[in-house]
């Protein structure tokens, strides 16, 4: 008999842990019944072929309670067997749920992170002790890297035995076919020249106004090259004023969400990511299945792993760190900058390693080579597996 598994989640926009489930469901409904609770699919850019219910009232409010008891009832009816949770409020919610069910909480995030980023609400702060105390009573918590496994059970003293890593995975065999898609005429044209790409949620997180800090110093030493940013978020419009300031408005390009994105990818010369922390970041390994060298910040979470081999990865580095499959800088600060200021410590180093991959090709080609070797430590096979051995658990 299949198990009945439920996943949990807000919503389904663009965003790591969104797309995940929606790899997820997809992959295992043939060997389990699977259901997906969100609160909402409105603007949805990720809807998996499998049962899907919204529960409106799983938000923060008045009607909080109503959500929790409608998810409950739910559990009872499909008589699910794994609840399977993604973000910190919908872990809460599943637990509250509990119905008979297992309860699973997936921790995508480092959460050692900069009390910069934390909101200050009260809600909030509620809802960080509920995660700490109900996290210790799961059945099991899934992590998406292993530093994100050591910050949890540091943080709130999980039981090892409890805890399990299981990165994202890559559908390569499909990523190499959308990634030959063609592009419209009026990408081709940006794309004719050598792009610099970086792909995420425009937000604190991803810190890409560093990079359209630093890339108007390397337009100074090639006027063709161009920068692409690909997502959406509240700070779209900082970057395109900031964009302005520097008179760049014909070399630097702010695309919303693209469902395809190994196009842009595998078209490209080279990907920055300079988060400021991360779980296991997709976009990685998405450029690593597409051949494209990589710059990344050495951030909070499982950035590093990915790109190094070395064991000492408790040490944030303070240069350039040429790693195994990519480069690594320092994390750049969280202050927002104005167009006349002077690139910071950490801005300079990440225009450095810029300038360095793009102009030593001997290196460049070795991190283009040696990108497919590493891809597939984390094939949907391989994942997929640690997965079902998971699921499949008495």
């Known amino acids: 008999m299949k198990k009945n598994i439920l996943f949990l989640i807000g919503n389904m926009t663009s965003g790591g842990a969104e797309k995940v489930i929606y790899n997820l469901c997809n992959s295992l409904k043939n060997k389990y019944n ?29 009607v909080m309670f109503k959500g929790i008891s409608k998810l409950k009832r739910i559990k009872k009816e499909l008589n699910i067997d794994i609840s399977i949770s993604f973000i910190m409020k919908y872990c809460v919610f599943n637990y509250l749920s509990k119905a008979g069910d297992k309860i699973y909480f997936s921790t995508r995030n480092y959460m050692g992170i900069n009390k910069h980023f934390l909101p200050k609400s009260i809600i909030f702060k509620i ?4 995660y ?14 292993k530093s994100v496994e050591e910050d949890q059970i540091k943080r709130y003293k999980l039981d090892k035995n409890n805890s399990v890593v299981i990165e994202n995975y890559l559908d390569i065999e499909n990523i190499n076919k959308l990634k030959k898609e063609k592009l419209s005429r009026e990408e081709m044209n940006i794309f004719k020249n050598d792009v610099i790409l970086s792909v995420g949620r425009y937000n604190e997180q991803k810190g890409q106004w560093h990079l359209i800090r630093v890339f108007n110093e390397i337009v100074k030493y090639d006027n063709n090259i161009k ?117 910071t410590k950490e801005e300079i180093i990440l225009k450095d390693a810029i300038l360095e991959l793009l102009n030593n090709k001997k290196l460049y080609d070795n991190y283009k080579k040696k990108s497919i070797n590493r891809v597939s430590d984390f094939s949907k096979e391989k994942i997929l597996k640690k997965w079902e051995r998971v699921l499949d658990e008495n």
Request: glycine fraction near 4%; charged fraction near 25%.
């Open 227 to 343: 920068l692409v940013l690909i997502g959406r978020g509240p700070l779209k419009e900082y970057y395109k004023k900031l964009v302005n300031d520097y008179n760049l408005n014909d070399k630097v390009f702010i695309f919303d969400f693209k469902e395809n994105i190994y196009k842009y990818m595998y078209n490209s010369k080279l990907f920055v990511l300079n988060s400021f922390y991360e779980g296991m970041p997709n976009v990685l390994l998405e450029s690593l299945a597409c051949s494209l060298p990589i710059i990344a910040s050495d951030s909070y979470g499982g950035t590093k792993e990915i790109l190094s081999i070395r064991k000492d990865n408790d040490n944030f580095v303070n240069n350039i760190s040429f790693e195994e499959y990519g480069v690594l800088v320092p994390i750049c600060d969280y202050k927002k900058y104005k167009a006349n200021y002077k690139l």
């Open 34 to 62: 699977i259901t997906l609770v969100v609160r909402t699919l409105d603007n949805a850019d990720y809807i998996p072929d499998v049962n899907i219910i919204e529960i409106e009232e799983l938000r923060i409010s008045r």
């Open 127 to 130: 809802f960080i002790k509920l």
């Open 132 to 145: 700490k105390k109900y996290i210790k009573r799961v059945d099991k918590v899934i992590n998406v890297s």
